[in-house]
């Protein structure tokens, strides 16, 4: 079964910056369409981004021109880079792949994003 990993969250001011890692215990990671994801309190997890196999990028409208998407594939990890952070990007982020099926792995546990002053 493959295991996701999500670190690097933690408590930030308005207009801050984080890193989020994403590792993922699988052969030929390099293969995957990876996606970040996000879940605020009381709300449905939705996609933040995605990066495909080849290192192209696709954005939410709400994060565009903040966030950006990276992978190291020798690494087994994607990254999110958030930058001017905002209070409403506080949620638990996650990644994982992106099929046209839906199909996805177990969901990791996360790492919470807090942003206030």
């Known amino acids: 079964q493959v295991q996701v990993e999500e670190s690097g969250g933690g408590l930030v001011q308005p207009g801050g910056s984080l890193r989020l890692s994403c590792a993922a215990s699988?052969?030929?990671?390099?293969?995957?369409?990876m996606g970040w994801y996000r879940q605020a309190p009381g709300k449905q997890r939705e996609l933040v981004g995605s990066?495909?196999?080849?290192?192209?990028?696709n954005y939410a409208d709400s994060v565009k021109g903040r966030f950006t998407i990276f992978r190291e594939n020798a690494k087994n990890t994607v990254y999110l880079q958030m930058n001017s952070l905002k209070p409403e990007d506080t949620a638990v982020y996650y990644c994982?792949?992106?099929?046209?099926?839906?199909?996805?792995?177990?969901w990791g546990q996360g790492t919470q994003v807090t942003v206030s002053s």
């Open positions: 994982n792949r992106l099929t046209a099926s839906g199909t996805v792995w177990a």
């Open positions: 699988v052969r030929d990671f390099s293969t995957f369409y």
């Open positions: 990066i495909t196999s080849g290192g192209r990028t």
